[in-house]
């Protein structure tokens, strides 16, 4: 993504937007890493892009259900899914969802 390398160029040449990053760690809130200066502005597709990426679901419960929900069935290779695994799958329909727009 070319959003991404940029962002990677410009923590290197910004001293100040390293140091406003170093401040986050991973207890930091997704809107209150993004709201760090001049990073929402100059990324906004990067912004939207990391927003909609799917979390892990805890259980096969949740899982069986999610599947059900969407009208997907499992197939051979989905019998034992786990949650990591259904994670890529999601980003996987989301991203074909998101070059078709």
């Known amino acids: 993504m ?18 406003a990053l ?3 760690s991973e207890q930091t809130d997704f809107n209150d890493a993004w709201n760090t200066p001049s990073i929402k502005d100059q990324f906004p597709e990067l912004m939207e892009f990391c927003g909609g990426l799917a979390s892990p679901f805890h259980n096969t419960a949740t899982i069986e259900s999610d599947f059900s929900v969407l009208k997907w069935e499992k197939d051979l290779h989905r019998s034992n899914i ?4 259904f994670e890529g799958i999601l980003n996987c329909h989301q991203i074909r969802s998101l070059l078709k727009n």
Request: no cysteine; charged share 30%.
């Open 82 to 85: 786990t949650p990591f695994s």
């Open 2 to 19: 070319d959003q991404h390398k940029k962002l990677l160029n410009a923590v290197k040449k910004e001293p100040r937007l390293q140091t």
């Open 22 to 24: 170093a401040r986050h």
